[in-house]
């Protein structure tokens, strides 16, 4: 596709399960971002990837939270032991490169944990 | 890593220009302006960036300051679809430390 896709859209769970968010970005693009916005709130940045290399973790909220990409491409953010506070929405960007471009941003997927 | 402060929300008549400020005054040198805007419901859409030099594209003008503590997004003639809240981000580029920090933006309201 021409832009950032995300799956699922949506995703209800329950406390204590494990989930798995994904993001494709646009191809050609080197660098992947994940963030979390929370219901009315500005977006909190999670971890950032150049090509398959993370360098700071240090955004992540906890360790529960995990972010892996191959291939230079699709990218997976995992919550082990979900807890209700990580119920929020997850939007993933990807840019040409690292820093000083524009980023294209994904429609988001809708976590709910209950 | 600098910071931005927004005001929280704003309003403005369709058809006239709309001026968002932004204060970032930690901002380091080589640190971009960069702003997005996110409609409701759906993913941040960038519209512009700038690092020194006032810019200009398709969707708004960027006005820096000479000291570029602060900056003002400018859509020269608003329409209702641009209601939505405006992010002002500053973002160190190829940094190790890197991390985008975003602020909970400016909601703003075009009305008919």
């Known amino acids: 596709g021409a832009g950032v896709s995300q799956s699922p859209s949506n995703k209800v769970t329950e406390k204590g399960k494990d989930v798995e968010l994904r993001c494709d970005p646009i191809?050609?693009?080197?660098?992947l971002y994940w963030y979390r916005q929370s219901l009315g709130q500005g977006l909190e940045f999670l971890i950032y990837?150049?090509?398959?290399?993370?360098?700071?973790k240090s955004g992540l909220p906890s360790d529960r939270f995990s972010a892996e990409r191959t291939g230079g491409s699709v990218s997976t953010l995992t919550i082990q032991r979900t807890q209700q506070e990580d119920s929020a929405v997850y939007l993933c960007?990807?840019?040409?490169?690292?820093?000083?471009?524009?980023?294209?941003f994904g429609p988001g997927t809708r976590l709910t944990v209950l | 890593d600098a910071k931005t402060t927004q005001p929280t929300s704003m309003d403005c008549a369709e058809g006239r220009a709309a001026n968002l400020p932004c204060n970032h005054s930690?901002?380091?040198?080589?640190?971009?302006v960069y702003w997005y805007r996110q409609i409701h419901s759906q993913g941040p859409q960038y519209i512009i960036h700038?690092?020194?030099?006032?810019e200009t594209n398709e969707m708004a003008s960027l006005i820096i300051t000479e000291d570029r503590k602060s900056s003002t997004l400018i859509l020269p003639h608003a329409t209702l679809r641009d209601t939505a809240v405006y992010y002002c981000?500053?973002?160190?580029?190829?940094?190790?430390?890197?991390?985008?920090?975003w602020g909970a933006g400016t909601k703003l309201i075009i009305k008919p």
């Open positions: 960007a990807s840019s040409l490169l690292f820093g000083g471009n524009e980023q294209f």
């Open positions: 191809s050609g693009h080197t660098a």
């Open positions: 990837f150049q090509g398959n290399s993370a360098p700071d």
């Open positions: 930690t901002i380091s040198g080589n640190e971009y």
């Open positions: 700038g690092l020194k030099n006032n």
């Open positions: 981000i500053v973002e160190r580029p190829m940094d190790s430390n890197y991390q985008l920090i």
